[in-house]
């Protein structure tokens, strides 16, 4: 069967009453930690495999997303990049669609449209982007997650839940067209960011994705494994061990604690994260000016 562009693979059932949480990457992606929460709840739930693009090529300049091969005397197999879709079937609980999206390079707006037509199908009415991206923020405090949410439950749900508004304007993805869209069709939406520290750089970041891990258990009832909590305090000792080496980071981490405390102090006052010019200025000099702003 086709769907937009997607290939669906043959199901016996259709998904019931399915809650869509998606990751973009790279765009959002930082530390993996939008790939590591889907690979988690994939696991849980040995979810299928559901779907992918048709034509990735269509979408994908495969001179930046490289292809991956397998070699042994000879071709075993080639790997190639791809959106890709699974289904978290569970027992009393509303599925889940697991949407992990690669950023298209071209035909983004048939991009779009494919993903839109995929949520429509199959009846999703709440759909999920979470994702990572470096912040100046200390790696002292909790990690802070902004979001936002477009329509009434989704917004309720994003203020209940303790995440701080996003107030933003500058280069997006075209892929947020999607949540856009997706609201305009009558699809609840919500988006949640966790701001990592820009000076952790980390092939997987489990702090980061126990925060939307515990996000998510609180949302759509995604259970919380011990293993999560282990892996964190691990990496966060070799993360101490490393930093305690480095002087220049040690003497950066007292501004980062002094500006999140401000951030904090600036929700709680106006409930927004608008800060003062002065403020903006000392945060963007401590980050550095080759780091996008959040």
Not at 39 to 46: L, N
Not at 225 to 230: H, N, P
Not at 274 to 279: H, S
């Amino acid at each position: 069967m086709r769907i937009g562009n997607f290939k669906i693979e043959k199901m016996d059932v259709p998904p019931r009453d399915p809650i869509a949480i998606a990751t973009l990457w790279p765009w959002i992606d930082a530390n993996s930690v939008g790939t590591l929460v889907l690979k988690s709840i994939k696991k849980r739930y040995s979810a299928q495999f559901m779907a992918k693009l048709s034509t990735p090529g269509l979408f994908y300049d495969f001179t930046r997303y490289r292809p991956e091969i397998d070699i042994e005397e000879e071709i075993k197999e080639i790997s190639i990049p791809n959106t890709t879709v699974y289904l978290a079937r569970r027992e009393g609980k509303q599925d889940l669609i697991l949407i992990r999206m690669l950023e298209p390079h071209s035909h983004s707006e048939l991009f779009v449209r494919s993903v839109l037509k995929l949520l429509i199908n199959f009846g999703v009415r709440t759909y999920i982007l979470i994702g990572s991206m470096y912040d100046a923020v200390p790696h002292t405090r909790p990690l802070l997650i902004s979001g936002y949410g477009m329509g009434k439950n989704a917004r309720e749900t994003v203020r209940k839940n303790g995440v701080l508004p996003i107030s933003y304007r500058g280069p997006s993805s075209i892929v947020n067209m999607v949540t856009k869209e997706a609201y305009k069709m009558g699809i609840e939406a919500m988006v949640f960011i966790v701001s990592v520290p820009h000076y952790v750089i980390l092939e997987e970041d489990h702090e980061a994705k126990l925060r939307l891990i515990e996000l998510l258990s609180r949302i759509v009832h995604v259970p919380l494994e011990e293993d999560d909590y282990l892996k964190v305090l691990e990496q966060k000792n070799l993360i101490g061990e490393k930093i305690e080496k480095s002087k220049e980071v040690r003497a950066v981490i007292p501004q980062l604690e002094r500006l999140y405390e401000m951030r904090i102090k600036a929700v709680e006052k106006d409930g927004t994260l608008e800060l003062a010019p002065e403020t903006e200025e000392l945060l963007w000099k401590t980050i550095g000016k080759d780091v996008g702003r959040a």
